[in-house]
């Protein structure tokens, strides 16, 4: 590529909401030159100065996408959640990096908004801490290294790698993502993450919703651990369910006898104690210390036991 690639922002959604707007606002301000915005709703009448929108049905996030794909002009396309917006550098900054041709994908982290509530910070640095392990990488500012897994909330990538794969998965959502970089990693090309490619996500809230979405997470995962093994069965990934079958193995077995009983819950209060130290180096608000606490302890427990689930089943 010569100088700054064009650039189709592709904006996947059900209804054009406040967020969608807001997105869509935020993107029209991005300081880079050649790029289009393309609005995916279900089914709309409404329209929006200088974006396409392209009204799809009632389909899965990859058809949207892979329907965004089919309509752009782009040699680059940029994927970001209608949830979501974009710092002002985002397309600037990733431009750069597609200047290696080895490189087909590139992503970084999405960051917690400063105007959302306290539940949904809380969500964000359960997600950020020490105990989620490298995906916490996905949330905060780190430096640049080679992924095999970008989320597709801050995705972008060449057209031309994106045609050749087939798209995105239309069947599988969540984990579509999870398929579409094996697919890219399969023809030798790289994808990295970027500390500057800069969006912020908005959170769902803790504990029903953002359980619901970790719940979903772990059961795709670990159905992708069972037939995808290639970028799914990583330590990360695997830790929480070792806690779940640590903590039914282990409160079984501490029935056997008292040395048994000490041990296990010696470990489970090493466990207790890690979760709490890493949500006193994420809270800087003492009224959420045992919100992040108690919401990482359960991001562990509903991840690892739906990981278990997904596993276990040949089809979700």
């Not at 997105?23 to 991005?30: E, F, G, I, Y």
């Not at 964000?124 to 970008?150: A, H, P, Q, T």
């Not at 995705?155 to 984990?175: C, D, H, M, N, Q």
């Amino acid at each position: 590529m010569i100088g700054q690639p064009s650039v189709s922002i592709i904006i996947p959604c059900k209804d054009i909401d406040k967020f969608t707007k807001d997105c869509v606002n935020r993107c029209k301000q991005l300081n880079y030159e050649d790029y289009e915005i393309i609005l995916l709703p279900d089914n709309t009448p409404e329209r929006i100065d200088k974006v396409r929108i392209i009204s799809t049905g009632p389909v899965t996030p990859g058809a949207k996408r892979n329907i965004g794909v089919s309509n752009s002009l782009g040699e680059i396309c940029a994927f970001i959640d209608s949830d979501a917006y974009p710092r002002s550098d985002w397309l600037s900054n990733a431009a750069k990096y597609f200047e290696d041709p080895q490189i087909a994908a590139v992503g970084g982290p999405g960051l917690t908004p400063k105007e959302d509530g306290s539940m949904q910070r809380a969500s964000g640095f359960v997600l950020s801490s020490y105990m989620v392990g490298n995906l916490s990488k996905r949330y905060k500012c780190k430096g640049i290294f080679e992924s095999d897994d970008i989320h597709s909330c801050n995705f972008l990538a060449r057209k031309s790698i994106l045609v050749k794969i087939g798209g995105w998965s239309e069947k599988y959502w969540p984990g579509e993502d999870t398929l579409i970089c094996r697919a890219i990693k399969g023809l030798g090309k790289k994808l990295i993450e970027a500390p500057d490619v800069v969006i912020y996500h908005h959170r769902r809230p803790l504990f029903r919703k953002h359980l619901k979405q970790v719940s979903s997470y772990g059961l795709h995962r670990g159905f992708f651990a069972r037939r995808f093994k290639e970028n799914s069965r990583k330590p990360p990934y695997l830790a929480p369910t070792f806690l779940v079958s640590f903590l039914i193995a282990g409160g079984i077995l501490s029935f056997a006898n008292n040395l048994t009983f000490l041990i296990f819950s010696f470990l489970i209060g090493v466990y207790l104690v890690l979760c709490f130290v890493a949500s006193l180096i994420q809270v800087k608000d003492l009224k959420l210390i045992l919100i992040v606490w108690s919401g990482i302890v359960l991001t562990h427990l509903c991840y690892g036991a739906s990981f278990i689930i997904g596993f276990s089943k040949n089809e979700i």
